[in-house]
C-alpha cells in the first residue's frame, strides 16, 4: 500500500513538474514576443520579409556620444552595433599606440522599407585630440533609392602620412549621415568595427606599383555552382576562382568573401538572368560592390535591368600589395591588405514594381589570378589576429553561418533572433531562459 501511495505521489509529482514546465513555456513563449517585437527589425522578421543584415553574433552594443567628452571607447579587433541619427554627428573614443595603422569601418544598415533619397549616405572621419582630420570617407546610394546596407571606413594611418596623426594617445571616430533636403527622419543601425594594422619590421617601397595587367580577364565559362550569400559580413558565403550561381530577390542584399593572398589579382561581374513577367527599366538596379578585409569600400559597378539578362563587371584592379596604399585612387589603394575580400550584391527594390518579387537567377564570375608571393614583415600582431593571413582570417563569419544555417527547431529560431538582433534586452531574456532550464534540469533529475 505505501508502495503504491509513494507511485501515486510521484505521478503526482510529475504532473505538476509538467504543468509547471507548460506554464514556463507559455511564459517564455508571451516573453519573447513580446521582446521580439522590441527588437529592430522585428515586425519585418514577423511579417516573414528577411532583414537587411546579419549582425556579427559577438557585436557589443556602444552607444554614439554627441560630444567627444562622453564618446565610448572602440577596442581594435572588435565589433560594435550602435545607431545613426539623422542629423548631427556622434562620436566613439580610440586609443591608439604611436607605430600601428587603424581603421575604422561602419555599415549603415537602414530598415527594410526605408525611404531612401539619391545622395543619402554616410560619412565617417577619425580625428586627433585637437580635431584634425587624419582620413575621412564617404559612400552613398547614388541614384539607387533602395535601402541597403552601406559602408564607409577611415583611419590613422602611419605607414602613408608619418607627419599627420602619428603620436600616441586618444583619436576620436566621428559618424555623420550624408543626406539632403527631403531625407527622411529615421534612424539607422550601425555596425562599427575596429582594427589595427602592424608597421613593418622593414620599410620598403613608398610608391604603389604601376606595372600591372590592366586588361580585362577572359569572362569565366563554365556550370555554376550553387552557393547562396551570406546577409552580412560576418556571415558571408565563402568563394574562390569559379562560377557561382544564388537566388536573389528584389532589396536583398548577399554578402560573399573571396580569400586573396599577396600578389593574387580579382576580378568579378555580377549577371541577373532575364525575365518576361514585366516591364519598364529600374536605373542602377543590380549593384556589385566590393570590399576589403577591414570592410573598407574599394570599387563598385551597376546595371540597369529591362528585363533582358544583364551584367555589372567591376573594373580591373591591381594585384594585392603593401604598396598600393600608396597610390592617389580609391580603387587601387584598397587592396592594401591579404585576407578576406568581400563581394555584395544587391537587387533594388524597385525591380519588384516592375518584375514581380522574384527571385531572379544570380551568377557570379569570379577570377582569382597571379602568384601568391611573400607578404611583408610586420613587426608585431594585427588585431584582431590573423586579419591578414589567410587561413585565419574571417573564421567567425563561417562559424556563424553554420550556426544559422543548423537552427532547425522553432526554439533555436527564437533564439537565434535574440542573439543576434535583440541588445541588452535580448541577453536578459537568455539569462533568464539559462534560469529556468538549469532549475528544469535539476527537478528533473530528482525525480
Known amino acids: 500500500m505505501r508502495r503504491r501511495r509513494t507511485a501515486w505521489w510521484r505521478r503526482a509529482r510529475v504532473r505538476r513538474g509538467h504543468h509547471a514546465a507548460r506554464a514556463r513555456v507559455a511564459v517564455v513563449g508571451a516573453l519573447l514576443l513580446c521582446m521580439t517585437a522590441a527588437l529592430p527589425g522585428a515586425a519585418a522578421l514577423a511579417a516573414g520579409t528577411p532583414s537587411p543584415y546579419a549582425f556579427a553574433p559577438d557585436a557589443q552594443f556602444v552607444p554614439g556620444a554627441t560630444g567627444t567628452a562622453d564618446a565610448a571607447p572602440l577596442t581594435p579587433g572588435t565589433t560594435y552595433r550602435s545607431s545613426l541619427p539623422s542629423d548631427g554627428e556622434i562620436y566613439y573614443s580610440l586609443e591608439l599606440d604611436a607605430a600601428s595603422d587603424a581603421y575604422v569601418s561602419a555599415t549603415a544598415v537602414p530598415a527594410a522599407g526605408s525611404t531612401i533619397r539619391p545622395g543619402d549616405g ?37 605607414s602613408v602620412k608619418p607627419t599627420r596623426c602619428a603620436t600616441r594617445g586618444t583619436y576620436y571616430v566621428v559618424l555623420e549621415r550624408v543626406s539632403t533636403v527631403t531625407s527622411a527622419p529615421d534612424t539607422w543601425d550601425l555596425e562599427l568595427f575596429a582594427v589595427t594594422e602592424p608597421s613593418l619590421e622593414q620599410t620598403g617601397a613608398t610608391e604603389a606599383p604601376e606595372d600591372w595587367n590592366s586588361a580585362p580577364p577572359a569572362p569565366l565559362t563554365g556550370d555554376a555552382a550553387r552557393r547562396d550569400g551570406g546577409s552580412g559580413f560576418a556571415t558571408a558565403a565563402s568563394i574562390g576562382n569559379g562560377v557561382w550561381s544564388s537566388a536573389i530577390e528584389p532589396g536583398r542584399t548577399l554578402f560573399y568573401k573571396v580569400p586573396l593572398d599577396w600578389g593574387r589579382q580579382l576580378n568579378a561581374t555580377a549577371e541577373l538572368g532575364s525575365s518576361n513577367s514585366g516591364e519598364g527599366s529600374a536605373g542602377g538596379a543590380l549593384n556589385l560592390s566590393l570590399y576589403n578585409p577591414v570592410h573598407g569600400f574599394v570599387d563598385e559597378a551597376s546595371a540597369t535591368y529591362d528585363g533582358r539578362q544583364k551584367s555589372a563587371e567591376l573594373d580591373p584592379l591591381p594585384p594585392v600589395a603593401y604598396e598600393n596604399r600608396y597610390a592617389r585612387s580609391d580603387p587601387l589603394n584598397g587592396m592594401r591588405f591579404a585576407g578576406s575580400y568581400y563581394l555584395v550584391v544587391n537587387l533594388a527594390a524597385e525591380v519588384a514594381e516592375k518584375y514581380g518579387e522574384g527571385p531572379f537567377q544570380l551568377t557570379l564570375r569570379v577570377g582569382v589570378e597571379g602568384a601568391s608571393e611573400a607578404g611583408p614583415s ?64 535539476r527537478r528533473a533529475a530528482a525525480l
Do not use: H, N
Not at 129 to 147: K, L
Not at 397 to 410: C, E, R, V
Open 378 to 441: 610586420y613587426a608585431g600582431e594585427s588585431e584582431p589576429k590573423g586579419l591578414f593571413q589567410l587561413g585565419q582570417a574571417g573564421t567567425g563569419g563561417d562559424q556563424a553561418t553554420s550556426a544559422a544555417g543548423g537552427a532547425g527547431s522553432g526554439g533555436d529560431s527564437a533564439m537565434t533572433v535574440l542573439a543576434v538582433s535583440g541588445i541588452g534586452t535580448g541577453t536578459v531574456v537568455l539569462v533568464v531562459l539559462g534560469v529556468w532550464t538549469m532549475v528544469a534540469r
Open 122 to 158: 554616410v560619412r565617417v572621419s577619425v580625428e586627433d585630440s585637437d580635431g584634425r582630420i587624419c582620413s575621412s570617407d564617404s559612400e552613398t546610394f547614388g541614384i539607387v533609392a533602395t535601402a541597403r546596407p552601406l559602408a564607409a571606413w577611415a583611419g590613422r594611418e602611419i
